[in-house]
């Protein structure tokens, strides 16, 4: 029995200290917050079992992990302690009791109530008032020397206000990521191809850990100090709270949520109320620390072997949970990307039963190499739907299955598009899929496509939900008895916009192309098309190699134009559009078109015609508009109060017309052809 409690504890240390130096040294923890808790409550309960087995190198006997070899080390004057958890009012309620026995008192206590950063804690050290050195915290004794790097945040004061500074002292809080910079740099990482951080907290520790400060700057940190260690000198505290007043008269940032309650009801209470705050404030946290305020009495108090007997991290229920795949579905949005869904067994995630997460697009399954069947870790915050964060690939069964894009819409059967160097798949159904509907008929109507003056969101919005339109063909069947039914439609507004309906199918064959809201294709990709191709029969069978060697048309935009007129049901849209009267004069070929091969720049402001209008008239007698000047441009039209581009022309001897010029330029064009 002894040799089996043994070798279950130290199966638990192992495990557990590998798990601190992946979470603490590499900021790449393989498991969540909540597993962690789990397995040290674990051994806490083991060893408070049998004491007569506790080494001096369990994790319960020491704080935090061995610090990372790429930074000089940094000695703490006072250590730098962890602290002890609590998960229920029953655990907080226990230390309540636990420190009144040891002062041996019944009168209620003050406490300091703080938000629990889930940031990266540091140690500053501040020499006759300026900063000196920074450190994390490391194993508690030794951390990481972060001095320049800590020093680029704004938020930490190079030197210190007021008076009553001590020669010596050493600062602690807390560097943290807020919510919208950790959103921000992921994003740009993954438009960039590079890895993505699990969370605020890895983000900021990893950004304090950068070798070159100059990347730790850009990162955008913040600070909130919380305490302090050592120090010598002038100060004289009384409480907790008396420190923080003091080191924010200093200019140090303090948690403004930061309180004293006077009982440890009202500990509970402030709990509660950090709680229902917490998925609006700006930065992420994980409880509520509760510390008595009074310093006398902390000291009499003391500490155990890993954290002060005076404080307690009353921490937040579990926003991570362990569960299993189900199945995989795929969610097709409004701009036609589908998005796959992992249908779980369902768990409580933090009070809520979560059933559902997304796994965001396929290269994200892909990289986290995700499967049906796997048991993995999901994350909910808030409001935000729940994600998959990993697998927990040592318990995948045998039967887990590779989870597969469709190659048809789950909503309209049309075919499924994923264009190389993507991460997203979408339906290439746009005219059809009733989950594009909406969007798909706001943008027929816009004004650069179809220009329906009248119809506008809502109205799109009551027409789709109250079933009165499928496609944009349908618009033309609306009559003014329908119209005039709905809300913010009277009898006038009513036949105004059934007389935009009638107007708009005389149009010209690009601005249909553009209407069509065929991907990639925009208005100069639909006015080239109509230079190419003499009709829209001509254009529809077409095959991607025909289209490659068109200007700006490249293997995605092929793809994308091809797929799209391959749809039967697009077609079917299409000829219903005809049929409905929709026409436009045939366009002339581009070798038919005056400007043809001519590239023209504008610059500054046109008085009689905006610089839209004057690009879609250029671009109508073949020319190309660019938006910089080299030396294959022909022509720049400078208006009043031209810019950069001005002088590029002049240096390199380009034509230069100002507006009344152009508009003689443009007359002369049109008459001789």
């Known amino acids: 029995m002894n040799n089996k409690i043994k070798k279950t504890l130290g199966e638990l240390r192992e495990k557990i200290q590998e798990h601190n130096y992946l979470y603490h040294v590499l900021d790449a923890p393989h498991i969540s917050d909540a597993e962690y808790d789990i397995l040290f409550k674990k051994l806490v309960a083991l060893e408070n079992q049998y004491p007569e087995y506790i080494t001096a190198d369990s994790p319960t006997q020491r704080i935090g992990a061995t610090p990372s070899k790429e930074f000089k080390e940094s000695k703490h004057r006072i250590p730098m302690l962890s602290l002890e958890n609590a998960f229920s009012e029953d655990d907080v309620f226990a230390f309540n009791k636990r ?208 954290a002060p007997r005076f404080a307690l991290a009353h921490k937040f229920p579990a926003q991570e949970q362990i569960t299993v795949i189900e199945e995989v579905d795929f969610q097709v949005g409004r701009t036609g990307t589908l998005t796959p869904v992992a249908r779980l067994k369902p768990v409580n995630v933090g009070g809520v039963i979560v059933s559902n997460a997304t796994l965001h697009n396929m290269d994200e399954i892909e990289r986290k190499d995700i499967r049906i069947h796997d048991v993995v870790i999901i994350r909910r915050a808030g409001d935000v739907i729940p994600e998959v964060v990993s697998v927990i690939k040592e318990e995948r069964p045998k039967e887990a299955k590779k989870i597969k894009a469709p190659i048809h819409c789950p909503v309209c059967h049309s075919d499924v598009t994923r264009v190389q160097g993507e991460a997203a798949v979408r339906c290439s159904g746009g005219l059809i899929c009733s989950a594009q509907r909406k969007e798909a008929i706001k943008h027929f109507a816009s004004r650069k496509a179809m220009d329906i003056d009248g119809l506008g969101d809502k109205i799109i919005d009551q027409l789709v939900n109250t079933k009165l339109i499928h496609t944009v063909a349908d618009l033309y069947d609306l009559t003014h008895e329908v119209l005039a039914k709905l809300e913010r439609l009277g009898d006038k507004s009513a036949q105004n916009l059934l007389e935009a309906i009638q107007k708009s199918k005389k149009t010209t064959f690009e601005r249909f192309l553009y209407a069509l809201g065929i991907r990639e294709v925009g208005e100069s990709t639909a006015l080239m098309l109509t230079q190419h191709f003499s009709s829209l029969e001509e254009l529809t069978k077409a095959s991607t190699e025909s289209l490659l060697p068109l200007p700006d048309v490249g293997p995605v935009v092929s793809t994308q134009i091809h797929t799209f007129f391959q749809q039967k049901h697009n077609k079917e849209v299409i000829e219903k559009l005809l049929k409905k009267g929709i026409h436009w004069e045939k366009p002339k070929k581009l070798s038919q078109l005056p400007l043809q091969n001519k590239t023209f720049v504008l610059t500054g402001t046109l008085s009689s015609l905006s610089r839209e209008k004057a690009t879609q008239v250029l671009q109508s007698l073949g020319a190309k508009v660019s938006g910089s000047v080299s030396q294959k441009t022909h022509y720049v039209i400078a208006g009043s109060e031209p810019g950069s581009k001005l002088s590029n022309a002049k240096k390199l001897n380009i034509k230069i017309l100002d507006e009344k010029q152009f508009l003689e330029f443009i007359k002369n064009v049109k008459t001789s052809t």
């Open 99 to 306: 420190i009144h026995e040891k002062l041996q008192t019944n009168k209620q206590l003050t406490f300091c109530c703080e938000p629990k950063m889930d940031g990266l804690a540091i140690n500053l050290l501040y020499i006759d008032g300026h900063y000196t050195q920074a450190a994390t915290r490391g194993d508690g004794i030794v951390g990481e020397d972060i001095t320049a790097n800590a020093k680029t945040l704004q938020t930490i004061p190079l030197k210190l206000k007021n008076k009553d500074i001590p020669k010596v002292i050493e600062v602690r809080g807390e560097i943290y990521m807020s919510k919208k910079t950790f959103h921000d740099l992921n994003k740009q990482a993954e438009q960039a191809g590079e890895k993505v951080f699990a969370n605020p907290r890895n983000a900021a520790a990893g950004s304090v850990r950068q070798l070159d400060p100059g990347i730790t700057a850009k990162r955008k940190l913040s600070f909130f100090c919380y305490g302090i260690g050592y120090y010598e000198g002038e100060a004289v505290f009384h409480s907790q709270s008396e420190i923080l007043q003091q080191l924010k008269r200093w200019g140090f940032p303090v948690n403004p949520e930061i309180t004293t309650t006077h009982s440890i009801e009202e500990c509970l209470q402030f709990f509660e109320t950090i709680k229902k705050k917490r998925e609006n404030l700006a930065y992420e946290i994980d409880g509520v620390v509760y510390k008595v305020d009074d310093l006398h009495l902390q000291k009499s108090l003391g500490f155990i072997s890993r």
